[in-house]
């Protein structure tokens, strides 16, 4: 770039900040390295100072009043270009003299990683046959329905929305971005819609926000459009293969070997750098293979190009593609069937195994899942029918292609894929709230998958309750469990069983709490459609939560409630605690009464109420202002100028005109002063 003119745009209503490169020097650089000792780091300015390396890449930033403003004011800034000379092949950019795309690295090269394991030499020199093929993966694009998009604040403490599929790690990075402490960087995310590894990056336009919203003093948001989406986002998967296959005259591979060259763009994915694509495929490249002798070489080049970013199975796709047709090749010039082949050197079934490369397979079902696709569609029918059709000259194939990659990407797993010394934590909260109901809290966040619904399925199937008596919280950074994010086949595995494990704490904190309410044993108590229940008698039983709690509420009145429990009640009473200490002789001859009646004070005690009316009063004189009840077992209560009577007895059926609420429990009810009237509902 050999100027930039921003005057015009300044110059417009309505536009607040223009930025270059030049307005950016106390600005931070993001820098991108790897925990494998061959990487070095690299950096990157959040606006190119004195060359751009790829279409798409940002110049000059404007803040404007809306979006229209600031796209007229970047329509308004003149940017001199010089051409230089443009590297678009990665093996091309490996070689002495290519131009360089980061000067100050030497090299286009971001690392250069080679392994051996077993005697590759040997085996190649002992083969009956060797095979090999080269090729080519074309860049692909994750295209989610929603493209980038942020809101930065930086006003006080530093708040950021973001569609990202990484909330915490988003929050990482910011801090260390700007040398903040993570308390003071709060990354809040909605719905996002859909990621598919795009949006496990943070991206230059995302970490210029919070300086822009510093500069403006106040909130600043970008969305892309789709243009920008596709051109200048992040590419994934060109990776150029070369490969090589031992056999011995059976068809048994000895040996392995290949050469990955990934194109990484003109930028590192910050954080994953461009090893994304061609570790990950050289690492699995033995596949559901017994192969004991595999070497491998890794170099992921900087071209003029849009960096390289991760889309759905980093590097696993293009290497599994590439061995799965040379071993047809194989196939072909030994002259076995290529499903034969296959099933031949397949790892055991069922037995652990540790690859040449590392990696741990936890013991698979590789040859069933061959053997019964093979069932499925007739292949032994299809091969007949596919001679007849050659000699009509007409083409029809079938072919197999078995693939394996790992599942929840954490430490060991990222150190078996070429990822050493990386740390990943995930975690997961789960809360009885006071209302009862539950909350699960989790940093990994939803991108479409429906994660709410497995999440909570699982901690509602853990406690013993309804799926709808909880709520599941993500994608806020403040409220949430720290977790590294959503992305490498994580949340059904990793966030599974935190769950599983947290609910089991909470689990084992209710059945203790039950047992002393039950006074029972923990052992003896179960947990199902939230009802704890004593085994050996159902009817001693605790329901937690309720889905939808109801309100309760009292309201005091200074009239008369019975002074004493009513007669013997007509149903079996329930059985009533008691608890070893002093009570006085009052206390005592009360609770004589009401076991003496069938009616305890700590039972579930119903009311009804009667509208007085001349049909239904009894034939005894009555005072002014009273009303006497009709119910067996009633005490009269006195009335107040509505001429309404309240009644108080056991659970039996009431006499028509009784209008009977539902059942409210009190543990521990007193017997009212004379002259008192409580009225009690429940909702």
């Known amino acids: 770039m050999a100027g930039v003119d921003a005057a015009a745009a300044r110059a417009l209503d309505g536009v607040f900040v223009v930025v270059a490169a030049a307005d950016l020097d106390a600005a931070p650089e993001i820098v991108t390295g790897s925990s494998r000792p061959e990487a070095g780091e690299w950096r990157r300015p959040l606006l190119p100072h004195d060359r751009v390396r790829y279409v798409g890449e940002p110049v000059v930033a404007v803040v404007a009043s809306s979006r229209y403003v600031a796209e007229d004011a970047c329509d308004l800034v003149r940017v001199e270009y010089e051409p230089l000379d443009a590297v678009v092949d990665a093996e091309a950019a490996l070689l002495d003299g290519a131009p360089l795309l980061h000067g100050d690295h030497g090299s286009n090269n971001f690392a250069h990683i080679e392994l051996e394991s077993g005697d590759v030499e040997g085996a190649f020199a002992s083969a ?100 920008e989406h596709l051109a200048a986002s992040g590419h994934s998967k060109e990776v150029a293969c070369e490969l090589e296959l031992a056999t011995d005259a059976d068809g048994r591979f000895l040996a392995l070997t290949g050469r990955f060259v990934g194109d990484g763009g003109a930028h590192q994915g910050h954080p994953w750098s461009s090893l994304i694509d061609p570790l ?71 037995q652990p195994a540790v690859s040449a490369t590392g990696c741990r397979y936890d013991g698979g079902s590789y040859a069933e899942s061959l053997r019964r696709a093979r069932e499925l569609v007739g292949y032994e029918a299809f091969r007949d029918r596919q001679r007849r059709l050659r000699e009509e000259s007409r083409y029809v194939g079938i072919g197999f292609s078995p693939f394996v990659e790992q599942g929840g990407w954490a430490a060991q797993i990222a150190a078996d894929q070429g990822f050493p010394g990386a740390g990943y934590l995930d975690s997961v909260s789960v809360t009885v709230e006071p209302d009862r109901s539950v909350t699960l809290a989790t940093g990994l966040q939803s991108n479409g998958q429906g994660h709410e619904t497995v999440l909570a399925q699982l901690a509602a199937d853990g406690l013993g309750v309804r799926p709808e008596a909880g709520r599941v919280v993500q994608g806020d950074t403040a409220t949430t469990a720290y977790s590294t994010g959503s992305w490498g086949s994580r949340t059904a595995l990793i966030a599974g069983g935190s769950v599983l494990r947290a609910t089991g704490d909470v689990r084992e904190k209710l059945l203790r709490i039950a047992a002393n309410e039950l006074e029972a044993n923990e052992a003896d108590l179960e947990l199902e459609d939230g009802v704890i229940a004593v085994r050996a008698r159902r009817t001693a039983r605790l329901r937690w939560p309720r889905s939808r709690p109801r309100p309760t509420w009292a309201a005091f009145r200074p009239t008369s409630i019975p002074l004493s429990p009513p007669p013997a009640a007509t149903t079996r009473p329930r059985p009533t605690r008691t608890r070893a200490s002093p009570a006085s002789s009052r206390s005592a001859s009360r609770r004589a009464r009401s076991r003496s009646s069938g009616w305890s004070p700590s039972r579930t005690a119903a009311r009804c109420s009667i509208r007085s009316s001349p049909t239904a009063r009894s034939s005894a004189p009555s005072r002014k202002g009273s009303a006497r009840c009709f119910g067996k077992g009633c005490r009269t209560a006195r009335t107040d100028s509505s001429s309404r009577a309240a009644c108080w007895t ?34």
């Open 128 to 227: 009956a046959h060797v095979f090999r093929k080269r090729f080519h993966f074309g860049r692909t694009h994750a295209a989610p329905l929603e493209g980038r998009g942020a809101i930065a604040d930086w006003r006080r403490d530093l708040t950021v929305w973001n569609s990202t599929q990484m909330p915490f790690l988003v929050r990482s990075m910011l801090a260390r971005l700007y040398g903040l402490p993570e308390t003071q960087v709060r990354v809040l995310v909605p719905a996002v819609g859909g990621g598919f590894g795009l949006k496990v990056h943070l991206y230059v336009e995302e970490a210029i926000l919070p300086w822009l919203s510093r500069l403006a003093g106040a909130p600043v948001k970008w969305v892309e459009d789709r243009s």
């Open 280 to 350: 990950c495929a050289a690492s699995m490249l033995p596949g559901i293979y017994a192969v004991d002798a595999v070497r491998y070489e890794v170099d992921a080049a900087a071209t003029n190009k849009c960096p390289t970013t991760a889309y759905r199975g980093v590097g696993w796709t293009s290497g599994h593609a590439a061995r799965e047709a040379l071993i047809d090749d194989a196939a072909r010039g030994l002259g076995i069937d290529p499903l034969e082949l296959r099933l031949r050197n397949c790892q055991p079934d069922g």
């Open 650 to 683: 056991s659970s039996t059926p009431r006499r028509p005109g009784c209008r009977r609420s539902r059942s409210t429990t009190s543990r521990r009810r007193r017997t009212p002063k004379a002259g008192s009237r409580v009225w009690v509902k429940a909702g």
